[in-house]
């Protein structure tokens, strides 16, 4: 099996959804990132969904804008992306880490040397925030050539009839999007989660994760009672961003919140 697939059994076997932490790569500058990344990665991660900075993040709210901001003006590029990405590797061989990205990005530089670059860095799979499957032909080409997995979003406004051709060109996860709007922290969970995860699942075998508003322990363990997996972005970039410029206060904090936030991914 790929490192997703081994990631989300591992989760299964002991009983509770996989955890997957978000962060935008070189928030607030490589140096800290990298201290970030490897924080939540010896935290208790399953999996690590790594922003790409992008200056015009449409499905990201305020918190995770501010960060690909952050990012951007550090200096952070397509190759200092990889960078960053090939130093984690090097340290946790058998975490997943996966691309959430915009298709500008992946264009601009070519869909297939981007893609083989992307594998050759370490990375197992990629979101397309803004790229539908209809509309997917090259990225799937390239991600079947280098064995990149696809994820695909599937959201609440999704009709019925399109979810098979969504599951279809994914090769990793599903991604359910619980809310309509952008990223960001929630009071609550939203509604009618899990009778969306069982209408994926009528038509995949692959994992479903759920993301978009989670941002408790008690919140987590809410959505892993029906998902494989659980998304929590915004309450960890907050880590870095009410900590910006004390690299060691970010990752403390990031490992405490990690720490429980992960516990809350158990199922009973």
Do not use: W
């Amino acid at each position: 099996m790929d490192r997703i697939a081994q990631a989300f059994a591992r989760a299964r076997a002991r009983h509770r959804a996989a955890f997957v932490a978000y962060l935008c790569a070189g928030d607030p500058d490589f140096d800290t990132s990298l201290a970030a990344c490897r924080a939540v990665l010896a935290g208790g991660v399953d999996l690590l969904e790594l922003g790409v900075p992008f200056s015009d993040p449409l499905a990201d709210g305020l918190t995770n804008q501010l960060a690909a901001q952050r990012a951007l003006e550090a200096g952070m590029t397509s190759a200092r992306v990889f960078e960053l990405v090939r130093a984690l590797r090097a340290d946790h061989p058998d975490t997943p880490i996966v691309f959430y990205t915009y298709y500008n990005l992946v264009f601009a530089n070519g869909v297939e040397a981007y893609v083989r670059a992307a594998r050759a860095a370490g990375v197992d799979g990629m979101l397309t925030l803004d790229l539908p499957p209809e509309e997917a032909g090259e990225l799937l080409a390239a991600s079947r050539t280098h064995d990149l997995k696809t994820v695909f979003i599937v959201a609440p406004t999704t009709p019925d009839h399109r979810i098979p051709r969504i599951t279809a060109a994914t090769t990793g996860f599903v991604y359910y999007v619980s809310r309509e709007g952008v990223t960001g922290v929630r009071d609550e969970v939203a509604g009618g989660i899990p009778e969306a995860v069982a209408r994926i699942k009528a038509h995949t075998a692959l994992p479903v994760a759920v993301g978009f508003g989670i941002s408790r322990r008690d919140q987590v363990g809410q959505v892993a009672r029906c998902a494989d997996g659980v998304v929590v972005g915004s309450a960890l970039v907050n880590c870095i961003r009410e900590n910006l410029g004390d690299t060691g206060r970010i990752v403390a904090r990031l490992r405490t919140v990690v720490a429980d936030l992960a516990a809350g991914a158990a199922r009973g």
